[in-house]
């Protein structure tokens, strides 16, 4: 009787030891470091809140904040509208060669971070790069400070805005004709049909969309540093990710998982106001 009782708990039992081994562990072993001055395993003293007080006043810090939260808003404002529009595109009855678009659209997220930075620096290549030799111009795109984050960002539209696509796509799918059909019969138009129909019916997608894209964009790491080599002239291109990496460069591991839970707790916060602004909780005003 013993047995058969504690039969499903051993069945379960190696996914919640795996799983204390390899993500509760080590979140409460780092949270417990942010507390410690921690060069190597064997310094380790007890400082409580100064790495979080060295981040308030480290300027290296702010730079990074503003330059992950630059790049989130670039994504909001420019992939988020892209990937709508391909959606649009993909779905519209008269295309011919949909399944074509979609997999020419969506092709580029299957290409890893590190790829794609290695292939965009030749395109911004100051010499021979695409975008220079197609308009004419001779701007050094990843040496100019002002111009080194939005190439970030065209570079992470060129290849996430297919992925967003796709839940875009799949929401215009199941929004019901019978509502553009009556939309005009009373007469509306294309826009009128986009703003008043096909935008609240894509409002759960958009929720969801404009969250997991805040998620991403507020981790940024891989392409930035293999498109900059780094951090980029003058730390312009140098992102929350990047500082916490600094540090465990320079084995200033407390300071590390200080700015790593600082991250944790921005990204919630983030997410929260989001979804309060967004009325995902239903409270209507």
Same mark, same amino acid.
């Given at each position: 009787?013993? #047995? #058969?009782?504690?039969?499903?708990?051993? *069945?379960?039992?190696?996914? &919640?030891?795996?799983?204390?081994?390899?993500?509760?562990?080590?979140?409460?072993?780092s949270m417990w470091t942010s507390f410690h001055f921690q060069r190597t395993l064997e310094?380790?003293?007890?400082?409580?809140? @100064?790495? &979080?007080?060295?981040?308030?006043?480290?300027?290296?810090?702010?730079?990074?904040? *503003?330059?992950?939260?630059?790049?989130?808003?670039?994504?909001?404002?420019?992939?988020?509208?892209?990937?709508?529009?391909?959606?649009?595109?993909?779905?519209? %009855?008269?295309?011919?060669?949909?399944?074509?678009?979609?997999?020419?659209?969506?092709?580029?997220?299957?290409?890893?971070?590190?790829?794609?930075?290695?292939?965009?620096?030749?395109?911004?290549?100051?010499? &021979?790069? $695409?975008?220079?030799?197609?308009?004419?111009?001779?701007?050094?795109?990843?040496?100019?400070?002002?111009?080194?984050?939005?190439?970030? $960002?065209?570079?992470?539209?060129?290849?996430?805005?297919?992925?967003?696509?796709?839940?875009?796509?799949?929401?215009?799918?199941?929004?019901? #004709?019978?509502?553009?059909?009556?939309?005009?019969?009373?007469?509306?138009?294309?826009?009128?049909?986009?703003?008043? =129909?096909?935008?609240?019916?894509? #409002?759960?997608?958009?929720? *969801?969309? =404009?969250?997991?894209?805040? $998620?991403?964009?507020?981790?940024?790491?891989?392409?930035?540093?293999?498109?900059?080599?780094?951090?980029?002239?003058?730390?312009?291109?140098?992102? $929350?990710?990047?500082?916490?990496?600094?540090?465990?460069?320079?084995?200033?591991?407390?300071?590390?998982?200080?700015?790593?839970?600082?991250?944790?707790?921005?990204?919630?916060?983030?997410?929260?106001?989001?979804?309060?602004?967004? %009325?995902? @909780?239903?409270?209507?005003?």
């Open positions: 009787m013993v #047995r #058969r009782q504690l039969a499903p708990y051993v *069945f379960i039992s190696p996914f &919640y030891i795996l799983y204390a081994a390899f993500m509760l562990f080590p979140l409460v072993s310094t380790n003293v007890f400082v409580g809140l @100064f790495n &979080y007080r060295i981040l308030l006043y480290d300027p290296q810090f702010w730079q990074a904040l *503003f330059n992950t939260f630059y790049f989130t808003f670039g994504v909001l404002c420019v992939q988020l509208p892209v990937a709508l529009g391909m959606a649009l595109i993909v779905n519209a %009855r008269f295309l011919r060669g949909r399944n074509f678009f979609r997999l020419c659209f969506f092709s580029p997220t299957l290409v890893a971070g590190v790829f794609v930075a290695i292939i965009f620096r030749q395109i911004y290549h100051p010499d &021979y790069g $695409i975008f220079n030799m197609l308009f004419g111009i001779d701007i050094a795109w990843l040496e100019e400070q002002l111009l080194i984050m939005p190439s970030i $960002i065209m570079t992470s539209v060129w290849q996430s805005a297919g992925f967003n696509m796709l839940y875009f796509l799949a929401g215009l799918q199941g929004i019901r #004709r019978e509502l553009y059909e009556a939309a005009d019969v009373d007469g509306a138009n294309r826009w009128q049909c986009f703003i008043d =129909v096909t935008l609240p019916g894509l #409002r759960p997608i958009l929720i *969801f969309v =404009v969250i997991m894209s805040i $998620i991403n964009s507020l981790q940024l790491f891989d392409v930035p540093f293999v498109l900059l080599d780094g951090e980029g002239p003058g730390g312009h291109g140098r992102t $929350i990710v990047m500082y916490l990496y600094q540090k465990f460069e320079t084995s200033e591991l407390g300071l590390a998982c200080a700015t790593g839970w600082t991250l944790a707790v921005l990204i919630f916060a983030v997410t929260m106001a989001q979804l309060r602004l967004m %009325r995902a @909780f239903g409270d209507e005003e």
